[in-house]
DNA sequence: GCCAACGTTGGC
DNA sequence: GCCAACGTTGGC
Protein backbone atom coordinates (compact mmCIF):
# COMPACT_ATOMS: atom_id res chain seq x y z
CA UNK A 1 0.00 0.00 0.00
CA UNK A 2 0.82 3.75 -0.34
CA UNK A 3 0.56 6.78 1.10
CA UNK A 4 -0.80 9.80 0.02
CA UNK A 5 -1.93 13.79 0.58
CA UNK A 6 -5.04 14.98 -0.97
CA UNK A 7 -5.71 19.03 -0.91
CA UNK A 8 -9.14 20.64 -0.58
CA UNK A 9 -10.47 23.48 0.38
CA UNK A 10 -13.06 23.31 3.27
CA UNK A 11 -15.19 25.79 1.57
CA UNK A 12 -15.81 23.34 -1.13
CA UNK A 13 -15.63 20.60 0.86
CA UNK A 14 -14.11 20.06 3.92
CA UNK A 15 -13.33 16.77 6.11
CA UNK A 16 -16.50 17.69 8.33
CA UNK A 17 -18.36 17.34 4.79
CA UNK A 18 -16.73 13.69 4.42
CA UNK A 19 -17.53 13.24 7.96
CA UNK A 20 -21.76 13.81 7.11
CA UNK A 21 -21.78 12.17 3.74
CA UNK A 22 -23.50 8.56 3.52
CA UNK A 23 -21.00 6.36 4.73
CA UNK A 24 -18.76 9.16 5.10
CA UNK A 25 -17.85 8.36 1.41
CA UNK A 26 -17.16 10.83 -1.09
CA UNK A 27 -15.62 10.85 -5.01
CA UNK A 28 -12.41 12.67 -5.15
CA UNK A 29 -13.41 14.22 -8.58
CA UNK A 30 -12.75 17.21 -10.19
CA UNK A 31 -9.08 16.66 -10.68
CA UNK A 32 -7.86 18.66 -13.88
CA UNK A 33 -4.25 18.40 -13.41
CA UNK A 34 -2.51 15.48 -15.51
CA UNK A 35 0.27 14.80 -12.79
CA UNK A 36 -2.26 14.75 -9.78
CA UNK A 37 -4.75 12.46 -11.79
CA UNK A 38 -2.16 9.67 -13.09
CA UNK A 39 -1.36 9.89 -8.45
CA UNK A 40 -5.23 9.15 -8.92
CA UNK A 41 -4.67 6.25 -11.41
CA UNK A 42 -1.54 4.97 -9.20
CA UNK A 43 -3.97 4.49 -5.80
CA UNK A 44 -5.20 1.03 -4.59
CA UNK A 45 -7.98 0.13 -2.37
CA UNK A 46 -6.87 0.00 1.02
CA UNK A 47 -4.18 2.72 0.60
CA UNK A 48 -4.15 5.77 2.90
CA UNK A 49 -4.42 10.01 2.72
CA UNK A 50 -3.29 12.74 4.67
CA UNK A 51 -6.58 14.84 4.16
CA UNK A 52 -5.27 18.60 3.68
CA UNK A 53 -7.27 22.24 4.27
CA UNK A 54 -5.90 24.68 1.63
CA UNK A 55 -6.99 28.20 1.45
CA UNK A 56 -8.30 28.56 4.68
CA UNK A 57 -7.07 29.39 8.05
CA UNK A 58 -4.68 28.37 9.14
CA UNK A 59 -4.02 25.40 6.33
CA UNK A 60 -2.97 22.12 7.30
CA UNK A 61 -3.88 18.46 7.54
CA UNK A 62 -7.16 17.63 9.43
CA UNK A 63 -7.32 13.63 9.74
CA UNK A 64 -6.66 10.95 7.46
CA UNK A 65 -9.00 9.01 4.42
CA UNK A 66 -8.90 5.70 2.60
CA UNK A 67 -9.20 4.52 -0.62
CA UNK A 68 -12.30 2.24 -1.32
CA UNK A 69 -12.61 2.52 -4.65
CA UNK A 70 -9.63 2.32 -7.34
CA UNK A 71 -9.57 4.97 -10.06
CA UNK A 72 -12.61 5.32 -12.29
CA UNK A 73 -13.77 7.93 -14.75
CA UNK A 74 -14.57 11.27 -13.52
CA UNK A 75 -18.41 11.52 -14.62
CA UNK A 76 -18.04 15.51 -14.04
CA UNK A 77 -16.23 15.99 -17.02
CA UNK A 78 -19.07 14.89 -18.97
CA UNK A 79 -21.73 17.20 -16.91
CA UNK A 80 -21.78 20.99 -18.80
CA UNK A 81 -23.20 21.89 -15.64
CA UNK A 82 -20.44 20.72 -13.35
CA UNK A 83 -17.75 23.21 -13.08
CA UNK A 84 -15.26 20.72 -13.85
CA UNK A 85 -16.51 20.22 -17.35
CA UNK A 86 -14.56 19.44 -19.84
CA UNK A 87 -15.90 18.51 -23.24
CA UNK A 88 -12.34 16.85 -24.37
CA UNK A 89 -13.60 13.70 -21.66
CA UNK A 90 -16.16 11.61 -23.61
CA UNK A 91 -17.72 8.16 -22.56
CA UNK A 92 -15.62 6.49 -24.77
CA UNK A 93 -12.35 8.46 -24.23
CA UNK A 94 -12.37 9.54 -20.85
CA UNK A 95 -9.46 11.95 -19.97
CA UNK A 96 -10.07 12.19 -16.05
CA UNK A 97 -10.17 9.81 -13.13
CA UNK A 98 -11.22 9.75 -9.63
CA UNK A 99 -11.42 7.41 -6.81
CA UNK A 100 -13.70 6.84 -3.70
CA UNK A 101 -12.60 7.62 -0.56
CA UNK A 102 -13.95 6.69 3.22
CA UNK A 103 -13.29 8.74 6.59
CA UNK A 104 -10.56 7.30 8.39
CA UNK A 105 -10.50 9.88 11.41
CA UNK A 106 -10.45 13.14 12.52
CA UNK A 107 -7.73 14.47 14.04
CA UNK A 108 -8.85 16.45 16.98
CA UNK A 109 -6.31 19.51 16.63
CA UNK A 110 -4.90 19.81 13.20
CA UNK A 111 -1.16 19.71 12.21
CA UNK A 112 -0.86 23.84 10.29
CA UNK A 113 1.35 24.29 7.44
CA UNK A 114 3.16 26.60 9.66
CA UNK A 115 3.83 23.87 12.24
CA UNK A 116 4.65 21.40 8.97
CA UNK A 117 6.84 23.99 7.73
CA UNK A 118 8.81 24.09 11.34
CA UNK A 119 9.82 20.19 10.56
CA UNK A 120 10.97 20.99 7.51
CA UNK A 121 14.34 19.10 8.66
CA UNK A 122 12.68 16.11 9.25
CA UNK A 123 10.33 15.75 6.76
CA UNK A 124 13.30 16.26 3.63
CA UNK A 125 11.65 16.13 0.43
CA UNK A 126 7.96 16.72 1.60
CA UNK A 127 6.28 18.28 -1.37
CA UNK A 128 3.56 20.34 0.55
CA UNK A 129 7.26 22.34 2.69
CA UNK A 130 8.51 23.04 -0.76
CA UNK A 131 7.48 26.13 -2.39
CA UNK A 132 5.57 26.64 -4.83
CA UNK A 133 3.91 22.78 -5.01
CA UNK A 134 0.22 22.97 -6.37
CA UNK A 135 -0.57 19.85 -7.07
CA UNK A 136 -3.28 18.48 -5.08
CA UNK A 137 -2.92 14.81 -4.98
CA UNK A 138 0.91 13.79 -3.47
CA UNK A 139 2.55 10.72 -2.74
CA UNK A 140 4.05 10.62 1.21
CA UNK A 141 6.61 8.35 1.82
CA UNK A 142 6.05 5.76 4.77
CA UNK A 143 8.61 7.83 6.93
CA UNK A 144 7.27 10.99 6.42
CA UNK A 145 3.77 9.24 7.17
CA UNK A 146 4.90 8.29 10.50
CA UNK A 147 6.65 11.18 11.19
CA UNK A 148 3.88 13.58 10.47
CA UNK A 149 1.57 11.43 12.67
CA UNK A 150 4.56 11.84 15.32
CA UNK A 151 4.48 15.87 15.32
CA UNK A 152 0.61 15.84 15.08
CA UNK A 153 0.64 13.68 18.57
CA UNK A 154 -1.62 11.20 16.59
CA UNK A 155 -0.88 7.44 16.81
CA UNK A 156 -0.42 5.96 13.49
CA UNK A 157 -3.80 4.49 12.40
CA UNK A 158 -3.48 1.16 13.32
CA UNK A 159 -4.68 0.48 9.79
CA UNK A 160 -2.14 2.20 8.04
CA UNK A 161 0.10 -1.22 8.39
CA UNK A 162 -2.61 -4.01 8.73
CA UNK A 163 -3.46 -4.50 5.08
C1' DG B 1 -6.04 41.74 -2.54
C1' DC B 2 -1.34 40.64 -3.79
C1' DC B 3 1.75 37.96 -6.05
C1' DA B 4 5.06 33.95 -6.70
C1' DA B 5 5.02 29.65 -8.76
C1' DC B 6 3.93 26.91 -12.23
C1' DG B 7 0.77 24.43 -15.63
C1' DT B 8 -1.52 25.17 -20.03
C1' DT B 9 -2.39 27.29 -24.37
C1' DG B 10 -1.53 28.73 -28.82
C1' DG B 11 1.04 31.47 -32.31
C1' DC B 12 4.89 30.89 -34.89
C1' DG C 1 9.35 22.49 -30.48
C1' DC C 2 9.85 27.06 -28.47
C1' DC C 3 8.22 30.33 -25.48
C1' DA C 4 5.31 34.38 -24.22
C1' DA C 5 0.88 35.12 -22.52
C1' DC C 6 -2.45 33.70 -19.66
C1' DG C 7 -4.97 31.29 -15.92
C1' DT C 8 -4.96 28.99 -11.52
C1' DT C 9 -3.37 27.85 -6.97
C1' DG C 10 -2.85 29.05 -2.52
C1' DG C 11 -0.11 31.26 1.23
C1' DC C 12 0.14 35.49 3.24
Redesign the pocket.
Known amino acids: MQFWLL???PVTFSIEALQRAPQQITHWDGV????ARNYLRNMQVGDLALF?????????IVGVVRVVKAAHSDDTAWDPTSEHYDP?STKEVPIWSQVDVQLVEIWKEGL???TL?SHADTLGEFP?V???????VMPVTPSQWEEIHAIAGVSVSKKAFSD
Open positions: KSERNYQYHSNCTPPGRSLEKLRRGNRLS
